[in-house]
Nanobody, 117 residues
Framework: QVQLVESGGGLVQAGGSLRLSCRASGNTFRINTIDWYRQAPGKERVSVASITMSGATNYADAVKGRFTISRDNAKNTVYLQLNSLQPDDTAVYVC???????????WGQGTQVTVSS
C-alpha cells in the first residue's frame, strides 16, 4: 500500500506563488512516477506535471515556464512550485503515484488552490 498526502494549497493573488507538497508513505519502492493533476469546477481532471524516480519531468503546455516539479527522495516528497499564478489556475490539485507499468497505485486527497484576480 502507498499513501499520498498533499499540502500547501491556499488563496493567493494573481501573480503570486505557492509550493505544493505530495508526501508518500508505505511501500514507496513501488512508485515509479508521481503526477500532479488539477480539476477546476465543472471541468475534467487534467495532468499538470510529472516526475519519475530517475528525475525525468514533463509539463502540460499551460504551465510550462511557470510551474516546476521536483522531488526529495530522502523525504519521499514531490513538490510542485507554482509561480505567476493566474485565476485560471484555480483548481483542486491532486497527486497520483504510478508504478513501473504506468498503473495508478495511489491518489492523494487533493489540495485547493484559489487565485484571485
Amino acid at each position: 500500500q502507498v499513501q499520498l498526502v498533499e499540502s500547501g494549497g491556499g488563496l493567493v493573488q494573481a501573480g503570486g506563488s505557492l509550493r505544493l507538497s505530495c508526501r508518500a508513505s508505505g511501500n514507496t519502492f513501488r512508485i515509479n512516477t508521481i503526477d500532479w493533476y488539477r480539476q477546476a469546477p465543472g471541468k475534467e481532471r487534467v495532468s499538470v506535471a510529472s516526475i519519475t524516480m530517475s528525475g525525468a519531468t514533463n509539463y502540460a503546455d499551460a504551465v510550462k515556464g511557470r510551474f516546476t516539479i521536483s522531488r526529495d527522495n530522502a523525504k519521499n516528497t514531490v513538490y510542485l512550485q507554482l509561480n505567476s499564478l493566474q485565476p485560471d489556475d484555480t483548481a483542486v490539485y491532486v497527486c497520483c503515484a504510478r508504478n513501473s507499468f504506468g498503473m495508478a497505485i495511489a491518489w492523494g486527497q487533493g489540495t485547493q488552490v484559489t487565485v484571485s484576480s
